[in-house]
């Protein structure tokens, strides 16, 4: 069982969730390839059977090149401006042999009963361009936009990726 988990992350928040959702997902039968997004590969190699796909969320939405240089005008890492997840998933041809996938996002904790989320986004375009079948969605949380997580939200995604672990095996 082979899982590949892409972030995107411009100042290390959804990183240091994919991280925590990659310890959750690892056991000893399964192999986890963690990659930023500029480095992710297309098409996807034979052998996932589980894609995770996180970004922040920009604008409501997955980010896009003008919210990526309004996160790097804001002070984000460089250097993470040219590709999001927006462009990989739209790029990536459709598999012979579809995962399943879960997406998720960050985003700040004081809007988050507005409805904008990238990880629904991501959903919709994996289901667009037949990337594979969603099977879950989930959003962590940061203070601000340069963070950091909300206490607690490194534990929660330790957890989803133990629940993703088990809905696999
Ligand atoms: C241009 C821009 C637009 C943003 N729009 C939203 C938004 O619509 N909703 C929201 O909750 N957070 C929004 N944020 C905050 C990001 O979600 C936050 O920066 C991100 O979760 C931090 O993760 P990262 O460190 O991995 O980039 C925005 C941030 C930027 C830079």
């Given at each position: 069982?082979?899982?590949?988990?892409?972030h995107?992350?411009?100042?290390?928040?959804?990183?240091?969730?994919a991280?925590?959702?990659?310890?959750?997902?690892?056991?000893?039968?399964?192999?986890?390839?963690?990659?930023?997004?500029?480095?992710?590969?297309?098409?996807?190699p034979?052998?996932?059977?589980?894609?995770?796909?996180?970004?922040?969320?920009?604008?409501?939405?997955?980010?896009?090149?003008?919210?990526?240089?309004?996160?790097?005008?804001?002070?984000a890492?460089?250097?993470?401006?040219?590709?999001?997840?927006r462009?990989?998933?739209?790029?990536?041809?459709?598999?012979?042999?579809?995962?399943?996938?879960?997406?998720?996002?960050?985003?700040?904790?004081?809007?988050?009963?507005?409805p904008?989320?990238?990880?629904?986004?991501?959903?919709?375009?994996?289901?667009?361009?037949?990337?594979?079948?969603?099977?879950?969605?989930?959003?962590?949380?940061?203070?601000?936009?340069?963070?950091?997580?909300?206490?607690?939200?490194?534990?929660?995604?330790?957890?989803w990726?133990?629940?993703?672990?088990?809905?696999q095996?």
């Amino acid at each position: 069982m082979t899982t590949l988990l892409v972030h995107e992350s411009h100042w290390g928040n959804t990183r240091a969730v994919a991280e925590a959702i990659a310890e959750g997902l690892g056991t000893d039968d399964r192999s986890v390839q963690v990659v930023d997004v500029g480095a992710a590969p297309s098409p996807l190699p034979a052998g996932v059977d589980l894609l995770v796909v996180g970004g922040p969320t920009h604008a409501f939405s997955m980010s896009r090149a003008s919210t990526r240089r309004d996160a790097h005008t804001q002070g984000a890492e460089p250097g993470h401006d040219g590709t999001g997840i927006r462009e990989w998933l739209a790029g990536l041809p459709a598999p012979a042999a579809p995962p399943e996938v879960a997406t998720f996002d960050t985003r700040v904790t004081q809007v988050r009963r507005l409805p904008g989320s990238a990880a629904r986004a991501a959903g919709r375009l994996v289901g667009h361009h037949h990337l594979g079948k969603v099977v879950a969605t989930e959003s962590f949380f940061v203070e601000d936009s340069h963070g950091p997580l909300v206490d607690g939200e490194l534990e929660r995604a330790r957890a989803w990726g133990r629940q993703l672990a088990s809905r696999q095996a």
